[in-house]
């Protein structure tokens, strides 16, 4: 039993350490509330920026996105950050919506007309090379 005991124990001891490694472990990695919120805070206010950037995007289209994270970055700073959250995941869904909008637009009239004329050009180019080879073709012929 002494010996058993002997062998048992050690083990014991590696495992009880090594959970409460993986403890302090977990505890360390794990954010707060306000880390949390302040993080999802912050992505969704890129978000904004990125598309404030575009030109197919409107002030008017961002506003809403930008009010509720207002109403966000506020509860936060109060503390309360189960609101905070619920007003983060309201300015990503109508960030995500304004997503939607610009990935099913049609294609603008602009981009229409420089395809159109990059394919035009890129007929013509064509042509003229089967030329260029034509009129090769005879200069060979031509000559002794």
């Known amino acids: 039993m002494v010996k058993l005991l002997s ?3 050690p083990r014991l001891g590696v495992v009880i350490a090594l959970g409460m490694g993986l403890s302090a472990c977990a505890q ?3 954010p707060t509330p ?3 919120s302040s993080n999802a805070i912050a ?3 890129a ?3 990125i598309f404030a950037l575009s030109p197919q995007v409107t002030a008017q289209q961002l506003a809403p996105a ?3 994270l207002a109403a966000a970055q506020a509860a936060q700073q109060r503390g309360d950050y189960l609101f905070a959250e619920r007003e983060t995941e309201l300015a990503r869904v109508h960030l995500d919506n304004i997503q939607l909008h610009l990935d099913q637009s049609p294609v603008s009239d602009e981009n229409q007309q420089l395809k159109s004329q990059i394919k035009d050009l890129q007929h013509r180019i064509a042509s ?3 030329k260029i080879a034509a009129t090769r073709q005879q200069l060979q012929e031509s000559q002794p």
């Open 66 to 68: 930008q009010q509720a």
């Open 7 to 9: 062998q048992v124990l």
């Open 34 to 36: 306000q880390q949390s």
């Open 47 to 49: 978000r904004v920026r």
């Open 43 to 45: 992505v969704q206010a």
């Open 128 to 130: 003229l090379q089967e």
């Open 28 to 30: 360390m990695v794990t």
